[in-house]
T-cell receptor, first 115, second 113 residues
C-alpha cells in the first residue's frame, strides 16, 4: 500500500535561513513524487516533481527537492527562506508501476518564516 | 487562462438537505477528482473519474455522489447521509498520465447551519 509521512506538523525558520520540509514515502513500485503548496483558503499549487533521472529536482519559487531511494525520502528545500514562503506544504506520491490515478497526500507541514 | 473553477466558495447546509458543489475545468483533462480536506488530515479522496460517464469511489465515498456527463464538469453532491460534512472540498484534474501533477480549484468551504 502507498503511504506518505510528513513527520513535522510545523517548521519554523528565520527569513534568509535555509529551510527543509521532510517527507518519506512507501510504494510498491517506482515512486512518482510531488510537492504542492497551499495558501489560506486556496487550492493546492504544484511546486515540483520527481519521476526519474537526477535526484535533485528544481521547481518553482526557488524550491528544490532531493530524492533518496535508500531512505525513501523526498525532502523539500530552499537555500534562503522568505516570509512569503509561509504556507502549508504537501508531499504526495503515486505508484508509477501501476500507472494508477490515485495520489496519496501527506498530512501537510505548516511552514512559518519569521522576519 | 485555463484552470478549474469551483463554486460556490462558501456553502451552508441545513439538516436533511442535499447540496451540490460545482467543479468546471477548461484544461481538456480526462481525469477529475474530489478531495475532502480536514485540519491535520491532509487530503482524502472522495470520488474520481477517468473519463466521461464513468467514475469510481475513493476512500471516503459514503454520503457523497457524483456525475460526469461532460468532460468539463464533475459536480459533487453532499447528501443528508453524510453526517459530518463540515470541511474544505477541493476539485482537481489532470491528464491521463500518472507522471503529471494535478491542477486544483480554489475550493468550497461547507458548513452546517
Amino acid at each position: 500500500a502507498q503511504s506518505v509521512a510528513q513527520p513535522e506538523d510545523q517548521v519554523n525558520v528565520a527569513e534568509g535561513n535555509p529551510l527543509t520540509v521532510k517527507c518519506t514515502y512507501s510504494v510498491s513500485g517506482n515512486p512518482y513524487l510531488f510537492w504542492y503548496v497551499q495558501y489560506p483558503n486556496r487550492g493546492l499549487q504544484f511546486l515540483l516533481k520527481y519521476i526519474t533521472g537526477d535526484n535533485l529536482v528544481k521547481g518553482s519559487y526557488g524550491f528544490e527537492a532531493e530524492f533518496n531511494k535508500s531512505q525513501t525520502s523526498f525532502h523539500l528545500k530552499k537555500p534562503s527562506a522568505l516570509v512569503s514562503d509561509s504556507a502549508l506544504y504537501f508531499c504526495a506520491v503515486r505508484d508509477g508501476r501501476t500507472g494508477g490515478f490515485k495520489t496519496i497526500f501527506g498530512a501537510g507541514t505548516r511552514l512559518f518564516v519569521k522576519a | 487562462d485555463g484552470g478549474i473553477t469551483q463554486s460556490p466558495k462558501y456553502l451552508f447546509r441545513k439538516e436533511g438537505q442535499n447540496v451540490t458543489l460545482s467543479c468546471e475545468q477548461n484544461l481538456n483533462h480526462d481525469a477529475m477528482y474530489w478531495y475532502r480536506q480536514d485540519p491535520g488530515q491532509g487530503l482524502r479522496l472522495i470520488y474520481y473519474s477517468q473519463i466521461v460517464n464513468d467514475f469510481q469511489k475513493g476512500d471516503i465515498a459514503e454520503g457523497y455522489s457524483v456525475s460526469r456527463e461532460k468532460k468539463e464538469s464533475f459536480p459533487l453532491t453532499v447528501t443528508s447521509a453524510q453526517k459530518n460534512p463540515t470541511a474544505f472540498y477541493l476539485c482537481a484534474s489532470n491528464t491521463d498520465r500518472s507522471n503529471q501533477p494535478q491542477h486544483f480549484g480554489d475550493g468550497t468551504r461547507l458548513s452546517i447551519l
